[in-house]
Every structure is written in structure tokens, then in C-alpha cells.
Nanobody, 127 residues
Framework: QVGLVESGGGSVQAGDSLKLSCAAS????????LGWFRQVPGKQREFVAV????????FYANSVKGRATITGDNDKNTVYLQMNSLKSEDTAVYYC????????????????????WGQGTQVTVSS
């Protein structure tokens, strides 16, 4: 079993930065990918960024490319999402999801690709 806990959200002004954390516990030593998603009420969960278990591969949504950086610290079992130049449209609840099983196609942008989810952390950006 895997547990994920997000933190680091808050209320900021447009142009500010935030660093979100996703702390993993349990059977995470060989996870395949960890992704960040966000969701606003009434809309589907939206892909933000993903990092492979090895840390060698990262991928970003066009909406955050150039403003976001995803990194992992395996010693701390934590993945970070650094968000810069925040915009009002970045306002959402941010979730991290983990994939532990093998896969044929890296459908990183699909929520159903991930087996475990955290409870989310709210990010509010005021313009």
C-alpha cells in the first residue's frame, strides 16, 4: 500500500512562486512515475507534470511549461513541484498520483494511469 501527502499550497499573488511537496510512504521503492494534477470545481482533473521513478524523465503540460519544475528526492521519498510566475488560472487543488505497476504506454496525462492519490493541497492565486 502507498500513502501520499501533498503540502505547500497557499494563497499568493500573481507572479509569486510556490513549491509543492508530495511525500510518499509505504511500498514506494520501485514506483514507475509520479504525476502532479490539478482540479477546479466542476472540471476534470488536469495533468500538470510527471517524473519517472528513475528521475531521468520529466514531462510538463503546455500550460505550465517554462514555469514549473518537477524534481524528486528518493532519500526523502518526496517529489516537489516548483511553480513560478503563478497566474490566476493556476488556482486549483493540486494532487499527486503514483504509478507503481508496469505499463506498456506512458499515459502520464491520464488520471487513470495512476493507482494512488493524495488528498490534495489548495493553491489560490490572486491577480
Amino acid at each position: 500500500q502507498v500513502g501520499l501527502v501533498e503540502s505547500g499550497g497557499g494563497s499568493v499573488q500573481a507572479g509569486d512562486s510556490l513549491k509543492l511537496s508530495c511525500a510518499a510512504s509505504g511500498r514506494t521503492s520501485s514506483y514507475k512515475a509520479l504525476g502532479w494534477f490539478r482540479q477546479v470545481p466542476g472540471k476534470q482533473r488536469e495533468f500538470v507534470a510527471v517524473i519517472s521513478g528513475s528521475g531521468r524523465t520529466t514531462f510538463y503540460a503546455n500550460s505550465v511549461k517554462g514555469r514549473a519544475t518537477i524534481t524528486g528526492d528518493n532519500d526523502k521519498n518526496t517529489v516537489y513541484l516548483q511553480m513560478n510566475s503563478l497566474k490566476s488560472e493556476d488556482t486549483a487543488v493540486y494532487y499527486c498520483g503514483m504509478r507503481t505497476g508496469n505499463y506498456y504506454h506512458p499515459d502520464w496525462e491520464l488520471p487513470q494511469f495512476y493507482e494512488y492519490w493524495g488528498q490534495g493541497t489548495q493553491v489560490t492565486v490572486s491577480s
